[in-house]
């Protein structure tokens, strides 16, 4: 089971003096780049250290247990990169974003900073065709499921032990057309389920409007439905609870629903 604890989770524009005690202010000065997304860094239970994608292809790891520092900031890609995933052997990331190809990297091989002359390479690539919305590894680390702009989920296994190009076990057609107004699409695994039970959720364009619930085989498993659902749900995820299936979506004017 996820045991992390999220102590807050704090982003503005604003750079006043007034946000100076909140956890993580300060952390992005002298970057030009957009943060994409955040990874907590599951190898420390305080929340304090966390993984970065920016929108200039890079990839950035916080420390702030102490006074906070990048432990890495590496490019990763000449494209922005949508998300990136830490396996649980804590040694792997994976990245997705613009480029279409999915990468996965040593996180032990990476030099301090972008600067630096140590040139991380991939230990193996998934060509996507098209643009990238996320790469998750699941629980147990055996599957990696991707949401692409090639309309399709795809879940691979075992990605973490393979070298060069690899091949999804699975490819499942699905609309990932969300549009320019709406929130792109992501594939969330339950964060609490063994690897034998392992699910994922995502959003739908079907109407009337759904949240889909598929197994790690990539087998539908539930279509979630109701009067409550009035809009797409773009982001969608599980509350980490395994004895009771609770499903939360989000869509893109703000209004979210929990099914159960």
Request: glycine share 10%; with cysteine; hydrophobic share 35%.
């Amino acid at each position: 089971a996820n045991k992390q604890v999220f102590e807050e989770v704090f982003a503005t524009y604003d750079d006043d003096v007034k946000y100076k005690d909140k956890l993580g202010y300060g952390t992005d000065h002298g970057y030009n780049s957009w943060i994409q997304s955040m990874e907590l860094d599951h190898r420390y239970e305080s929340g304090k250290c966390f993984f970065l994608s920016t929108s200039e292809g890079g990839v950035i790891h916080i420390d702030l247990r102490g006074k906070g520092k990048v432990t890495f900031d590496q490019i990763l890609s000449p494209k922005k990169i949508n998300t990136v995933s830490l396996h649980p052997d804590g040694n792997t990331i994976a990245t997705g974003g613009l480029s279409g190809i999915v990468q996965l990297w040593d996180i032990r091989k990476m030099g301090s900073s972008k600067n630096s002359n140590k040139e991380p390479k991939p230990l193996s690539w998934q060509c996507a065709g098209k643009s990238i919305n996320s790469a998750f590894f699941s629980p147990s680390g055996t599957r990696l499921v991707t949401t692409t702009q090639s309309n399709k989920l795809e879940i691979l296994e075992d990605a973490h032990l393979a070298s060069g190009l690899i091949q999804p076990k699975r490819s499942i057609r699905h609309d990932n057309m969300t549009g320019r107004w709406l929130s792109t699409f992501m594939a969330r695994w339950h964060p609490g389920m063994s690897s034998e039970q392992e699910i994922f959720v995502v959003g739908s364009m079907q109407k009337p409007r759904t949240i889909e619930v598929f197994g790690g085989n990539g087998d539908l498993l539930r279509e979630i439905r109701g009067d409550a659902l009035t809009a797409v749900a773009s982001r969608c995820c599980f509350h980490p609870n395994a004895d009771k299936l609770i499903v939360v979506g989000g869509n893109s004017s703000g209004r979210v629903t929990v099914a159960r």
